[in-house]
Nanobody, 118 residues
Framework: VQLVESGGGLVQAGGSLRLSCVAS????????MGWYHQAPGRQRELVAT???????NYADSMKGRFTISRDNAKNTVYLQMNNLKPEDTAVYYC?????????????WGRGTQVTVST
């Protein structure tokens, strides 16, 4: 499974961005997809996830501001980010999860930078 993110950039606090992640390869085996972010000096953290059936999960600090969605026909997952804050500044990574005989396997994109200025 290959994942390619796009849509990052520089935005002022209070602004919005929409990230996209296009999946290719053996995507039939993917159970869930999501977004994580990693700020300098910090560990990678969950932002939001969405299952194949459309069930979603969000980190508490993103609830009400971020929305994850997916278009299965386009093999694409989106992250709509509204009311952005400087603390949202990070590299955002797309994630895909596959469960097989060997257990869970995670795939990652290369990331896209989001910078929120004051």
């Amino acid at each position: 499974v290959q994942l390619v993110e796009s849509g990052g950039g520089l935005v002022q606090a209070g602004g919005s961005l929409r990230l996209s992640c296009v999946a290719s390869g053996s995507i039939f085996s993917v159970n869930a997809m999501g977004w994580y972010h990693q700020a300098p000096g910090r560990q990678r953290e969950l932002v939001a996830t969405i299952t194949r059936g459309g069930s979603t999960n969000y980190a508490d600090s993103m609830k009400g501001r971020f929305t994850i969605s997916r278009d299965n026909a386009k093999n694409t997952v989106y992250l709509q980010m509204n009311n952005l804050k400087p603390e949202d500044t990070a590299v955002y990574y797309c994630n895909a999860v596959e469960y097989g005989l060997g257990g869970r396997h995670d795939y990652w994109g290369r990331g896209t930078q989001v910078t929120v200025s004051t």
